[in-house]
């Protein structure tokens, strides 16, 4: 199944801050025929078998300003004794994810859905320039 009508370029970007955590964020771009199946396919590829999911990914409100059939999810995962919490957004433009590693108090600790999802759309938004 040709889920992609254009493969136009991808990133990944990694941002550290000692006291807050780190920001890990990657993406394609191009013209997406089919946001479901990438979605799909993204989420089996994210269901590695070094990570356990504490909270499994789950929709989250896309609130997507340029494409109202996009799609968003995000959960809590442990690997290597990390805590991040991900988000997962598809729309017929891009495809991304971004990870959340944050400290708490010195303490290693998830995001809560919400906060990561706003977080996520905030990125989604500044980097995503329909066509």
Sequence with gaps: MLCYKSFDGSLVAKYTDDSAGTLTIGGAWGTITDPDAVAASATAAMQSPRSTWTRPLTDADAQDPHDPHSSLKCGASTEAMIVMTTCLWVNHYTAGSVTF????????APLDQADAAERTR???DTMTIPE
């Design 101 to 108: 590693t944050t400290w708490i108090d010195g303490q290693l």
């Design 122 to 124: 905030r990125i989604r």
